[in-house]
């Protein structure tokens, strides 16, 4: 699943009350948990680059189990992006 993919196959949830935002994050398991969680509240997900890991990591994969389709990711290439 490679970028383009991942960004595809989400949800879009539209006045989100809350955000998550996770800067630089380094462990695939620990995302994919996050973005469970997100997916389960209806919660938006931000991924601010860059990451430690490629979004097609098997473990990443696994630890978001099928929730994947339900998440608002939004990727930032930097801490500046997401600010503005």
Not at 59 to 79: C, P
Request: glycine fraction near 4%; include cysteine; aromatic fraction near 10%.
């Amino acid at each position: 699943m490679n970028r383009d993919t991942f960004n595809n196959q989400h949800r879009v949830i539209e006045n989100s009350p809350l955000h998550v935002a996770l800067y630089q994050p380094e462990i695939p398991a620990n995302t994919g948990n996050i973005a469970r969680l997100c997916g389960a509240a209806e919660i938006r997900l931000h991924l601010i680059h860059p990451l430690g890991f490629f979004v097609d990591d098997k473990h990443l994969k696994r630890a978001g189990l099928d929730y994947w389709h339900e998440v608002d990711i939004r990727h930032h290439e930097s801490f500046e992006a997401f600010i503005n």
